[in-house]
Structures are given as C-alpha cells and as structure tokens.
C-alpha cells in the first residue's frame, strides 16, 4: 500500500511537472512569435512610402483633387442648412436637470444630422465626380469615414462641456470646468482626426500591407495615449460631479469611485490598445487584421456611462415627483440595456460576436453564456425594484397618520401595511433566488440539483422543527383572518399592548407601560382587539340629589354639539357626547352616565376635551359636582351618672 501510494504521488507531480513544462512552452512560443512579428513589421515598414507612391500613382489623375471638391461641396450644403435653421427665434430653456439634457440631446441630435447630411452630399457629389475606379472609392470613403467619425466625436464632447451654452450643457461642470473640458477635448479630437485621416489614406491606399503594420502600430499608440491624457485631465472635474463636497456624505464605494473612475477607464484603454496591437499585427487571425482599428470603444463606454448615470439621476427625480413605479422600474431596465449593448457593441470592435448562434470558440462561448446571465440579472434587479417601489408606494398611499391618545393604547393600523413587509420580503427573495438559478443555468451550471437539494433542506427543517411550522402557519391563519395590525392594541393569552412588528413566526407588542412583548403565533391564542372600527367610550359622574337631571342631560347635549364642531376632533369623534340620563343613585347623589364613539386611540383625547367642556357647562349653570361628606353629631352628655 505504501509503494502504490508514493507511486501514485509521484505520477502526480510527474503530470503537475508537465502541465508546468506546457505552459511555459506555449508562454515562450507566444513571445518568439510577438517577437518575429514586431521585427517583420519594422523591416516591412521602410517600404510604406514606396507602396503609397505606387498606390496614389496607380490612381486616376485628380483623384486627390475631385475627393477633396466632394467634401467641400457637402460641408457647404451642411454650413448652408445650418445658417438656415440659425435665423430662427431661441426657444428659452427653462432651469434644472431635465431641461438642460433635453436642449442638450436635441442639440446633439440636430447636429449629428448635420454631419449625417454632410456625409450624404459627400458620397453623393462623389459618385458624380470622382472616377470610376475601386481604388480611388476605397480611398474616398476610407477618409470620409475617418472625418465622419471624428467629428461625431468632437460633437458629442462639445455637448457634454458646452461651455458658451450652459443650459444645454449635458455635464454639471460649472464654467470654469466646462471651459477646461472643452480645451482637453479640442485637443483631443485634433489628435484623433490627424492619426484617422492618416490611417485611412493608408488603409485605403495599401489596405492590409505588411508595410503599414507599424504605421498602424504607432497610430495605436498615439490614440491610446491621446485618450488616456484626457481622462487624467478630466479625472478631478468629472470626480467633483460624482461626490459633490457640499453634498451628505455618501457611501464609501461612491467616494472611492469618485477618486478612481479615470484609472478604470485607463485599464480599459490599455486593453483596447493591446487587443488591436495584436490585430494589426495579425496575432488574431487576418480577419480580426483587416478590421483593426475600427471599434470606438472608449466612445461607447463613454457613452454608456453618461447613459446610465442620466437615468440613475432621472429615476431619483421621478422617485421624488412621485412618479409610477413601473416608470422608475423602466429606468433601472435602460441602465441594464445600455450596460449590455454596450459590452456587446465592445466586444464586436474587438472582433467577438457574443450572439452569434455557434460561437467560433470556447472564449466567444463564455461570454455569450455570461451576456445572457448579465440580461437575467438586469431583468431581475429590474423586476426587484419595481415590485418594491410598487409595494412601498401602497403602503403609504395607505399608511394614514397614526392616531395617538398619549395612552399608548394604539390606534386602528393598516391591513396593508401589516401585510405588506411580509409579502414584500417572499416576493424579493422569490424574484432573487429565481434570477440567481435562472443566471446560474445561463452560465451553464447544471441547477436541477441545487433545486433538489433545496427541497431535501426544507423536508428536513419541516420534519425537525414542528414548532417553527406551527408558529408560521398560525401567523398565516392569523393575517388572513385580519385579527390585528400593525399599530393596533391587542390583549392575547400571553401578553398585550400595541403591535410594533410582525414576523414571519412571532409578534411584538409594546406594553402601554413600556415593556415589549415577543409571543410566537402559536401561543397567542385568543385575540382581543382594542383598536379595530370603532370604541365607545363611557364614563359617569355625580351630582346633588337637588341637581335638576333633565337639565343635566341638556348641558350634556349642548357641549357634545359643541364638541362636534371642534376642529381639534375633526374625524376623530363618530357619535357625538350625550347623557345616558340618571342611570343610579348613590347615597344622596344622582349617577349621571355619559357615552360617545370614536376612533380608536383617539378616545382618551376626546375624553379629556369632554371633561374640560362639561366643567365649563356646569359651573355657567352654578352645578357643583358632588362629593361624599362625612357628618358627625355631637350628644349631649349632661345626663347624671348611673347608680
């Protein structure tokens, strides 16, 4: 046994050794070829100006001329509908946050429209003038694209900073921030229009020629360092907008992203530059080559960022308007929705199609399977939030002022807001647990025996913990019947006072003294509800037996008239204070009883105004309450003594 056990420990290392020895093969085999690549590259390069001269020279005579009339041609038309719609009167723009972005995406939008009929006229006046010839339309729309591109970029930052029109200005920067934004993004855009049209002239001249790999190389480079400076410039502005410093502290998560959001953008800029280093030097294969380059990803995640934060800022302006839930459930959907196109938009610029039907290997299947957990979790979250809202928003519309007669007796409560903490935790966990094994089964994770398991894990706690059982099921039975709420005062078998809480097998009540009381539901047994509908309120009083009773009772009736018009009581006294008559006769005084209905909790309150309108009543009409006497006779004790 001991030789088959070091044997067995020793093909185990063998294998741990081999795997080890593989992997640093493969790892020394990828730098040999990243190596021989760069150096086939940098001793192609030298022959790029001899390849552009035969290109262009292969090109019809004024070519170069003809593109360049086309594009002016089209900006002179853009320039001309631009001064156009200008003459028209402003509309003003009011204050505040959904204005400023509506003027700001209007404005954005017109001009996008602008570069859209820009780019229309050019290709248009294109296929008129320039020559017929495929070379020459390559190189046409290579640079037309190039310019398209750049200024779409330069248009949405000038959206964003505006810094000569603050009420469209898209980012809260104030104008000093607006201005230096605008500065940074000037540069830039100048940065990214020079290495665009460079690279499109050739692209669109030499195509996927070894010559340009490093061309295209440095160009990589150029605008993965352009983008980068300007996120570094932008960090301290952009961090102010994220956790203001008159504003309540936050989070610290939120601080910490405030500080750091530039660094993460940088990570993602140095990924981007590294996957299409790669493609321009054909380590992925000469599709992703011909395409390199191509993907704005910096532009769409910074697209998809102010789209989400726009709509977490709007969700909170519904949410404090009092707007529907299902409005700020939509919101929450349209932050997943842009967070998953633009990872889909992503990994298609870096030459990935996460839905394609069958992936082309086991990278592009893992990140369609994670995708389609990304859009479970999105419409969970999704879900979650507006159920909550929805819940939240009918407790309150139901949740009336809590009536306190400074007894703590409690006041008649809410079937919906009893009911409704319990259904809102079944609900939450049932959406949680259903969009957690629905996102495990879209990674691939076989789920049907963690739903076994869960369903052997619950018989088991059934069978060994009755009492638990019992205490949920009475609480059921209790609920459903509606034998008391939240806020209500109740008298049970083991206590009473009035309900602050209820769980899932016990309650809690507050005792008018101040001790709580815990009771499981299936020790409460019979309920004696204090605060449900209605309580009529009794108490007596006495006057001397020469007091006028009729009158009595008509003062009674005059201050219960008087109390109904109280401002104080309004829906708080049902019935209003009348005289039960004489209902007895004690000693030498006549029992006067008096009643009235009110609204649970309230009674006590009502009682205290009833006594203070009585005392005012009685003693206008010279009525003094009565007071037991005790009397004592004095014999006579002049009598003579017995013999």
């Avoid at 081999?18 to 192609?44: K, R």
């Avoid at 779409?152 to 809260?172: D, K």
């Avoid at 201005?179 to 000037?186: D, E, G, L």
């Avoid at 190389?217 to 996120?231: C, K, N, P």
């Amino acid at each position: 046994m001991e030789n088959e056990s070091t044997s067995g420990a020793a093909q185990e290392a063998t294998a741990i050794g081999s795997d080890v020895a593989a992997t640093e093969s493969q790892i020394t085999t990828s730098i040999v070829q990243l190596e021989t690549t760069l150096a086939n590259a940098a001793a192609a390069a030298p022959g790029l100006p001899g390849a552009l001269g035969n290109a262009f020279g292969a090109l019809p005579d004024g070519t170069l001329f003809t593109i360049a009339a086309a594009m002016l041609a089209g900006y002179a038309i853009e320039r001309g509908l631009r001064y156009v719609l200008a003459q028209r009167p402003a509309t003003p723009i009011a204050d505040g946050f959904e204005p400023r972005v509506t003027a700001g995406l209007r404005w954005l939008a017109g001009r996008l429209l602008m570069i859209a009929l820009f780019a229309f006229v050019t290709r248009a006046v294109g296929r008129m003038i320039v020559p017929a010839d495929p070379a020459a339309a390559r190189l046409g729309l290579s640079v037309l694209a190039a310019i398209v591109f750049t200024r779409g970029i330069a248009a949405f930052l000038e959206s964003l900073a505006a810094p000569a029109a603050p009420t469209r200005r898209l980012m809260g920067f104030d104008d000093a921030a607006a201005a230096r934004a605008a500065r940074a993004s000037a540069i830039l855009v100048g940065i990214l229009f020079t290495v665009g049209v460079l690279r499109a002239v050739i692209s669109g001249s030499v195509g996927i020629a070894h010559e340009a790999d490093l061309a295209k190389l440095l160009f990589v480079i150029a605008i993965a360092a352009s983008g980068g400076w300007f996120f570094l410039t932008v960090r301290e502005d952009v961090a102010a907008l994220l956790q203001p410093k008159d504003n309540a502290e936050r989070p610290g998560w939120v601080s910490f992203a405030a500080r750091n959001w530039a660094y993460a953008f940088l990570a993602l800029v140095v990924l981007d530059a590294l996957i299409k280093a790669a493609a321009v030097l054909g380590l992925l294969g000469e599709a992703a080559r011909a395409g390199n380059g191509a993907g704005p990803v910096l532009l769409t995640t910074v697209v998809a960022s102010l789209i989400v934060a726009s709509l977490n800022v709007w969700r909170k302006s519904l949410d404090a308007a009092g707007a529907s839930p299902w409005a700020q459930g939509a919101t929450v959907m349209g932050e997943g929705i842009a967070v998953i196109a633009a990872a889909i938009l992503i990994l298609g610029f870096w030459g990935i199609n996460p839905l394609a039907p069958e992936p082309t290997s086991g990278f592009a299947l893992l990140i369609s399977a994670a995708l389609e957990a990304g859009a479970v979790v999105v419409i969970g979250i999704a879900l979650w939030r507006t159920v909550s809202a929805l819940l939240v928003d009918a407790e309150e519309e139901d949740d009336d002022e809590e009536p306190d007669g400074g007894d703590g007796m409690g006041g008649e409560g809410s079937r919906i807001g009893t009911v409704l903490p319990i259904l809102r935790g079944f609900t939450l966990v049932a959406i949680g647990v259903t969009t957690a094994l629905t996102a495990l089964a879209a990674l691939g994770v076989n789920i049907g025996p963690l739903v076994a398991s869960a369903g052997v894990v619950g018989l088991a706690v059934g069978f060994g913990a009755q009492k638990l059982v019992a205490d949920v099921i009475s609480g059921a039975f209790y609920l459903y019947e509606d034998a008391f709420r939240v806020g209500e005062y109740i008298v049970s078998g083991e206590g009473k006072g009035t309900v602050e809480r209820i769980s899932l097998r016990s309650v809690t009540l507050r005792h008018h003294n101040g001790p709580i009381y815990t009771i499981p539901f299936s020790s409460m047994g019979t309920i004696q509800n204090h605060s449900r509908d209605y309580v009529v309120m009794k108490f007596r009083f006495q006057v001397p037996e020469d007091t006028d009773v009729e009158m009595v009772r008509k003062l009674v009736k005059k201050a219960g008239a008087e109390m109904a018009v109280d401002p104080e009581l309004e829906g708080k006294l049902l019935a209003p204070l009348k005289s039960q008559g004489a209902i007895g006769i004690e000693g030498r005084s006549f029992v006067i009883g008096c009643k009235f209905t009110a609204r649970p909790g309230t009674q006590f309150i009502i009682r205290r105004k009833a006594y203070v309108v009585l005392q005012k009543a009685l003693r206008e009409k010279g009525i003094e309450l009565f007071a037991p006497q005790l009397t004592l006779a004095a014999e006579e004790l002049a009598k003579p003594a017995m013999p």
